[in-house]
């Protein structure tokens, strides 16, 4: 079963704009990551956020996470054509090295 | 990533087949998975093993088997591929020290079609 659900599923938005997106999910986690998946290919780590952090920061990438929500999102700052891709958020349980994906957010940057 | 390699990238083959997926790394790294991605789906875990000597099932393990013959292998197979095991396949690594807060670094993906 998905531990988490991106929303939206996808996102269409103008180059030099940000890109929100969101991700819930079930359980306690250890830490939530983000991934980032060009078309076809492998999946590669973006940024991963504690569950006793609330904020992180990465180049053009913000991270938040709310606890008691259960929630997540994902802001990419003054986007790019390159930034086109699917992003996935995973979670990581407690005491378990399992990632468990959500079905992730198609964004496309139009030039 | 090229530090972690599948063969091959792209196969069909037809139902009742056995089919072997392999996935090569060298990054050094203790920790293999495979996961399996469906269209509009995230991905999800097969298999995973932790060292040489340790395999566990994931979410999905029926109709898979999985070998570690050493540190930098760890090779997936279909026994008697069927349609809905139609998807891409990814191999990913992690390292053994750090604990849960390692990332996961993945290869390029294996489509594989089943007719």
């Known amino acids: 079963s998905q531990q988490g659900e991106e929303d939206p599923q996808a996102l269409s938005i103008q180059e030099g704009e940000n890109a929100t997106m969101n991700c819930s999910y079930k359980t306690s986690i250890n830490n939530l990551q983000w991934y980032r998946q060009n078309s076809g290919r492998g999946l590669v780590h973006l940024i991963l956020i504690r569950s006793n952090e609330r904020e992180k920061h990465s180049g053009r990438l913000r991270v938040t996470l709310d606890t008691s929500k259960k929630s997540s999102s994902l802001l990419i700052t003054a986007s790019r054509a390159a930034d086109t891709a699917s992003y996935f958020c995973?979670?990581?349980?407690?005491?378990?090295?399992?990632?468990?994906f959500g079905s992730g957010t198609r964004l496309l940057v139009r030039p | 990533d090229a530090d972690v390699t599948q063969t091959p990238r792209n196969r069909i083959t037809k139902t009742g087949k056995r089919i072997m997926l392999e996935c090569s790394q060298t990054?050094?790294?203790?920790?293999m998975y495979w996961y399996r991605q469906d269209p509009g789906l995230g991905l999800r875990l097969i298999y995973y093993s932790f060292d040489v000597k340790d395999i566990n099932k994931g979410e999905i393990s029926d109709g898979y088997s999985v070998s570690r013959q050493a540190q930098a292998k760890f090779s997936l197979s279909l026994e008697s591929a069927i349609p809905n095991q139609t998807a891409l396949y990814f191999c990913?690594?992690?390292?053994?020290?750090?604990?849960?807060?390692?990332?996961?670094?993945f290869g390029p993906g294996t489509r594989l079609t089943v007719l």
């Open positions: 990054k050094g790294h203790d920790r």
């Open positions: 990913a690594t992690s390292e053994l020290s750090g604990g849960p807060d390692n990332e996961q670094f």
């Open positions: 995973a979670t990581r349980m407690d005491s378990s090295y399992k990632l468990i």
